[in-house]
């Protein structure tokens, strides 16, 4: 028997998640607080793009849909790092035929939305801002700020994929027992452009993530379609003694451009609007949010940013809440085989017994990768020691996968990513200790390393 | 100069802050949401007692009310622990002279609202409830709930002292980059009691903090100055296949009386009214709150609950609150010292710079107390640790101080005694491994082992 679904929130995840609810029969009704950006022309919201890897990919083709993103997609296969000198050095991403896969944010949401309507019992409303729900009744209340129209929506369930600073989440906290975490990073993020050359190609290679790392703060830039490239500068809001370099530092014209001289000089002569973007574009925050339980009896449940909003360094937000819409499938599949009616209550259940450890996991990794990507890539025993790692997953393709491949190109848990890559890097550790190992690492004892993971 | 002081909150934290306040000469206004129950005839609010230690008598030392409470306390000067049969083992807490201190809440926060009051610059309003907060413009907005009236408050400082679900708190989260955390414990706790013998004598050993330790649940009792206990049951909400014993399955008479004679069968004489006690008293929650900053540029901060709310199972939640106090107290002195004017600021910075870590420390001490006070005091082999322990400290009084000696007697900072109690706990593991220690502790190299802990 088909429910019927309050889903709030049109993001990514919500209009992904409305697909797999329409092909298994429910009524589904999405209230998105935006304006619906397909009418307005011009792309409109967030100019950023994003890293689909394996885990979305996967639940893209759950929905039947993986080719129509492939079209709006472009592959890196590797960080290409550009050093303080304007020296380049490519690290791949994983083996050859494999790559991330570059997408704008916007378009990608457009494809879902517009698959999604084409279901008969998908019904997308804009302007519908969540300002209360009744979580026992399974009853929303959205206020239309143009209009300033109230809808009161009762349905069977209501699922919240209304991203980090949830409505839904927000009615859920008011429960007892309800555990929840949100922590700031210390710094912030900017996006800026390159622009295409005038014959509408890329200005750097193409099929790379670009990072400057500079040890407290990054650079990166993600290739579009259209020749340009998103850029996204992640440096502290304030600066102390340890680290003079700051947003609050950068205030005056000069301040700005002596700090691209300083350290990015590279991209100076290919960023023509570097000034005003970095004046006019705002300064995020970087938060990690935590909770649990993820539901309320067989009524109320969280999915994507809304449970689990991560910072952006791994690259798995998005892929993360794919697989979120991947695994719920799973579950509703599993109900229909017990039973004609989906008993929502245990769905949920397994839904955040399977998904709390994994999403808190990919939290601390996507913590973790800042680190890596903004310092250690820049260092020449850690590029060693990722070339150790290719040789030992060359050998021993399913017993030793180095973590990042765990993450992006396998369907691993990423518990397992975290505790395996803890392990993994323990070994290493040892290993990069013995003398003169940058010129003796083609002789490692490779099984016995591999021995060691196991054991 | 003196200030303009919006107190929320007129709890024990806010009545003792507005003390240190007003001597200090600044126009303070203490505003709190439920009503005056001094007036109230018999003694309303809470009946729960707390354990006053010696970090909240220095507090309260230095505000001069040391010898006002210390007639109203009883000294428990160990745990006695009920087994399963009956049999009563006593541990005591510290050296012979070293006592906490059993006092009621209601009657404590009384005596400091009558002192504070006595001060000319320090006015009490009732039925309070805070709404809302300008934190830039430091205007905060009362509902008098009864009158139906509202009062709008411009002051140069708030401060929130307005518990575990700050309404204040409430606000700051709202500014960016604020960090917070809320976390329940599975438990829940039920307050009972065991009522004087006729003549007004206690049931039960007056001087001692009572355990029922049972593992996954404990029963406690502290001594009232009327002879009666108030008695709290630790208990999980709701069963599962691990935990059998869970409030979630005590609904009927016959539940709870069986439950109680399985697991603490000798209270039941002592507890005429457990029934309807039980079934009457509520089951709370036991949360654990933390966040930072605690406070917005000079205008707003925090202080005790509202900014570090903890389970109590280390007698340290009133203790931790009167030692902010103590501390807000310190640095406001520091401040005179330099100047005439206040920098709130820079006081705020101090202050959360000082008692963040401090508060985090006592945040994990009191979870891991838990542990300790329902599941490990039961266990021969911790009792011989705490012999060993005692000894070592008899010996070297300050190179080893046991962990609860730190937390209850001494004003080292909480996250010192988190850290070194850390330590110690890994020396005594390998003690404890020696082959019969149980007959040998007597001839342990002594020296030895505290050179361990210092190096």
Redesign the interface.
């Known amino acids: 028997m088909s429910s019927k679904v309050t889903l709030v929130g049109a993001g990514l995840v919500g209009s992904l998640l409305s697909i797999f609810l329409a092909k298994k029969g429910h009524q589904v009704e999405v209230f998105e607080r935006r304006p619906d950006y397909r009418k307005m022309g011009a792309v409109g919201g967030r100019s950023i793009n994003l890293a689909l890897s394996e885990r979305g990919w996967r639940a893209l083709k759950a929905a039947g849909i993986e080719q129509k993103i492939k079209d709006i997609a472009l592959p890196m296969r590797g960080r290409m790092m550009h050093d303080i000198e304007g020296n380049l050095t490519f690290q791949p991403y994983g083996k050859e035929n494999q790559a991330i896969y570059s997408v704008s944010r916007a378009i990608l949401n457009e494809v879902l939305m517009d698959v999604a309507e084409k279901e008969q019992n998908v019904k997308f409303h804009f302007n519908q801002r969540c300002e209360n729900i009744d979580i026992k009744d399974t009853e929303a209340t959205f206020l239309n700020e143009e209009e300033q129209t109230k809808n009161r929506v009762k349905s069977d369930i209501v699922i919240g994929a209304d991203g980090a600073f949830s409505a839904v989440r927000g009615e859920l906290q008011k429960m007892?027992?309800?555990?929840?975490?949100?922590?700031?990073l210390?710094h912030g993020y900017k996006e800026l452009t390159i622009p295409p050359n005038e014959d509408g190609s890329h200005k750097l290679a193409p099929d790379a993530l670009h990072i400057w790392p500079r040890r407290s703060f990054m650079l990166i830039a993600l290739p579009n379609t259209d020749g340009s490239f998103t850029c996204t500068l992640f440096l502290r809001?304030e600066s102390d003694k340890e680290h003079q370099e700051a947003f609050d530092k950068l205030t005056s014209d000069e301040e700005i451009i002596s700090f691209f001289e300083t350290h990015f000089a590279d991209v100076i002569p290919i960023m023509p609007t570097l000034l005003e973007d970095f004046k006019q574009n705002p300064t995020s925050?970087l938060v990690t949010i935590r909770c649990a339980p993820w539901a309320y009896q067989g009524k109320v449940c969280l999915i994507g940013d809304a449970s689990h909003a991560i910072v952006p360094f791994y690259g798995q937000g998005m892929n993360s809440g794919f697989e979120d819409c991947f695994y719920f499938n799973e579950f509703m599949e599993k109900q229909l085989k017990k039973n004609k009616n989906i008993d929502w209550q245990e769905l949920f259940s397994d839904f955040q017994e399977e998904r709390i450890p994994n999403t808190n996991a990919i939290a601390d990794l996507a913590i973790q990768n800042f680190i890596e990507m903004r310092d250690r890539v820049a260092d020449p025993e850690f590029l060693l020691r990722k070339k150790i790692e290719a040789k030992l997953h060359e050998q021993f393709p399913s017993r030793w996968i180095p973590q990042y491949t765990m993450v992006t190109f396998s369907h691993l848990p990423y518990s397992y990513a975290l505790n395996t890559g803890k392990k993994q890097e323990q070994i290493m550790n040892e290993i990069m200790k013995k003398e003169d190992i940058e010129n003796n690492w083609q002789n490692l004892d490779w099984e016995s390393i591999v021995e060691q993971l196991q054991s």
Request: zero cysteines.
């Open positions: 007892p027992l309800f555990n929840y975490t949100q922590h700031y210390p809001f925050s």
